[in-house]
Nanobody
C-alpha cells in the first residue's frame, strides 16, 4: 500500500512560480513510476507529467512543457512539481499518483495509476 500527501499549493499571481511536493509512505516507493494530474472546476482530471521510477525519464502534457518540471528524490520518498510562468489556466487541484505500470503511454491517463493523494489547490490570479 502507498499513501500520498500533496503540499505546496496556494495562491500566486500570473507569471509566478510554485513548487508542489508529494510525500509518500511505503518501502517500495522507489519502484513506482509517479505522476501529477490536475482537475479544474467542472473539468476532467488531466495528465500533467510523469516520471520513471529512476527519475531518468520524464514526460509532460503539451500545455505545461517547458514551464513545469517533475522530479523525485527516492531517498526522501518524495516527488515534486516545479511550476513556472503560471497562468490562470493552470488553476486546479493538483494530484500526485503512483503507478504499477512501466508502460509510459498508459500513464497518460488516470487508469494507469493505482494510488492517489487527496490533492492540493493551486490558484493563479490574473
Amino acid at each position: 500500500q502507498v499513501q500520498l500527501v500533496e503540499s505546496g499549493g496556494g495562491l500566486v499571481q500570473a507569471g509566478g512560480s510554485l513548487r508542489l511536493s508529494c510525500a509518500t509512505s511505503g518501502r517500495t516507493f522507489s519502484a513506482y513510476p509517479m505522476g501529477w494530474f490536475r482537475q479544474a472546476p467542472g473539468k476532467e482530471r488531466d495528465f500533467v507529467a510523469t516520471i520513471s521510477w529512476t527519475g531518468g525519464n520524464t514526460y509532460y502534457a503539451d500545455s505545461v512543457k517547458g514551464r513545469f518540471t517533475i522530479s523525485r528524490d527516492n531517498a526522501k520518498n518524495a516527488i515534486y512539481l516545479q511550476m513556472n510562468s503560471l497562468t490562470p489556466e493552470d488553476t486546479a487541484v493538483y494530484y500526485c499518483a503512483a503507478s504499477k505500470d512501466l508502460v509510459v503511454s498508459r500513464r497518460y491517463s488516470r487508469s494507469g495509476y493505482d494510488y492517489w493523494g487527496q490533492g492540493t489547490q493551486v490558484t493563479v490570479s490574473s
